[in-house]
Nanobody
Framework: QVQLVESGGGLVQAGGSLRLSCAAS????????MGWYRQAPGKQRELVAA???????NYTNSVKGRFTIARDNAKNTVHLQMNSLKPEDTAVYYC??????????????WGQGTQVTVSS
């Protein structure tokens, strides 16, 4: 069993910062890419940022220059530093990990989600 547990969401004023963290635990053989997605009310879930096991990153255009994704492979954690937050960043943020629980089993796992609310 693999679990992803997020922390760090909350309410912040526009222009402020938040740092989201996600820790993977359980039966983990290896972790490939990890990422953060978000879903705003009435909208589809979208990829915000992703990072490979080697450290390559990609971001959706709307957060480039404001958000930074990083991971600690030794601790099986991934973080999302969010600066210069805007009201349109308001959403539930989900951690995602493409994880092998054994040499023969690989799938995507999701965290429970953490609410980020940016007030204007």
């Amino acid at each position: 069993q693999v679990q992803l547990v997020e922390s760090g969401g909350g309410l912040v004023q526009a222009g402020g910062s938040l740092r989201l963290s996600c820790a993977a635990s359980g039966s983990i053989f290896s972790i490939n890419a990890m990422g953060w997605y978000r879903q705003a009310p009435g909208k589809q879930r979208e990829l915000v940022a992703a990072i490979t096991s080697g450290g390559s990153t990609n971001y959706t255009n709307s957060v480039k220059g404001r958000f930074t994704i990083a991971r600690d492979n030794a601790k099986n954690t991934v973080h999302l530093q969010m600066n210069s937050l805007k009201p349109e960043d308001t959403a539930v943020y989900y951690c995602n990990g493409n994880i092998r629980s054994s040499m023969w089993s690989r799938r995507d796992y999701w965290g429970q989600g953490t609410q980020v609310t940016v007030s204007s």
